[in-house]
């Protein structure tokens, strides 16, 4: 047996004894839909800065230029993206009744088009424009975009609702979070960098509380050697995959 496969064997015992799992997801997920992380080979950020248009500063600033330059790719990208086998693992943990909630970092919706019940968008979804004014807030796919940025009904410009550097997270989301990490006896921590607070301080939170660890990534990361106590070393859909497997099998 490799070591990949008996690590993968001690998780799939973790999980399958959990009564609270909770997974904490990143972009890595949703690098095998098509869509690329942010930082890494082949990230966003490679392409562009992200203070200079991923700042709630240089929205308010430009609003046209972020638009252009940052919402309407990220737009284009989730419209053909279809879910993975990472995603439809949690999915299947979920209804095994081993894993409660899914909280994400990632605005692309694929937890929910997977099918998992208790997704927390903890930086909002791309998928809904609310206005830059007003409370109204829109599906994307309902409002034409002709105009760039187009406008809410009372005329100011429209947003996508996700959270932008320099901005607060909702603090209902951050306290149901920090609870669910806090009561958690295993926490899956997959495809995420865990360098963007306060998201990153929650595995940190599930450590401490007792619960156990495990990363699922194809590089070590932050947590890796301080926080984590299995790291399965590999693609998110290829690794989950064989952990549901595994964890069917001991149900
Ligand atoms: P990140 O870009 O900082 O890190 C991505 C991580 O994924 C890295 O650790 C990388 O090693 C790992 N990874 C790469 N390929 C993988 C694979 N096949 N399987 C598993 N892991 C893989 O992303 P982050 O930690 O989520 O934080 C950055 C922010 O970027 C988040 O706040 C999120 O809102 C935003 N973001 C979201 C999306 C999305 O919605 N899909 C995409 C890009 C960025
Ligand atoms: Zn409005």
């Not at 997974?23 to 930082?39: C, H």
């Not at 919402?71 to 053909?80: N, S, T, V, Y």
């Not at 940190?204 to 990363?215: F, L, S, W, Y």
Request: hydrophobic share 45%; glycine share 8%.
């Amino acid at each position: 047996m490799t070591h990949l496969s008996s690590l993968i064997d001690q998780a799939a015992t973790a999980c399958a004894q959990a009564k609270r799992g909770v997974a904490l997801t990143g972009a890595g997920i949703s690098v095998e839909s098509g869509i690329p992380p942010f930082r890494g080979k082949g990230g966003l950020w490679e392409k562009i800065d992200p203070m200079k248009y991923a700042h709630i500063d240089a929205l308010e600033a430009d609003p046209e230029e972020v638009w252009r330059m940052l919402f309407m790719g990220i737009g284009e990208l989730l419209r053909h993206a279809a879910p993975n086998a990472g995603h439809t693992g949690l999915r299947r943990l979920e209804e095994l009744g081993l894993l409660q909630t899914v909280i994400t970092q990632n605005v692309d919706g694929l937890h929910q088009k997977a099918g998992s019940q208790d997704v927390i968008e903890f930086h909002g979804s791309h998928a809904v424009l609310r206005c830059m004014r007003c409370p109204q807030r829109y599906d994307w796919q309902a409002v034409p975009l002709t105009m760039i940025p187009p406008l809410c009904a009372c005329g100011a410009y429209l947003r996508p609702d996700v959270i932008m550097f320099g901005e607060p997270i909702d603090v209902g989301l951050l306290q149901r979070s920090q609870m669910l990490a806090a009561q958690c006896e295993v926490m899956l921590v997959v495809g995420t960098s865990a360098t963007v607070q306060p998201a990153a301080y929650l595995p940190v939170i599930a450590k401490r509380n007792g619960a156990c660890i495990i990363e699922i990534n194809p590089e070590p990361t932050e947590l890796t050697h301080h926080i984590s106590d299995i790291t399965l070393l590999g693609p998110a859909g290829k690794v989950m995959d064989e952990l549901v497997a595994r964890v069917a099998k001991l149900r």
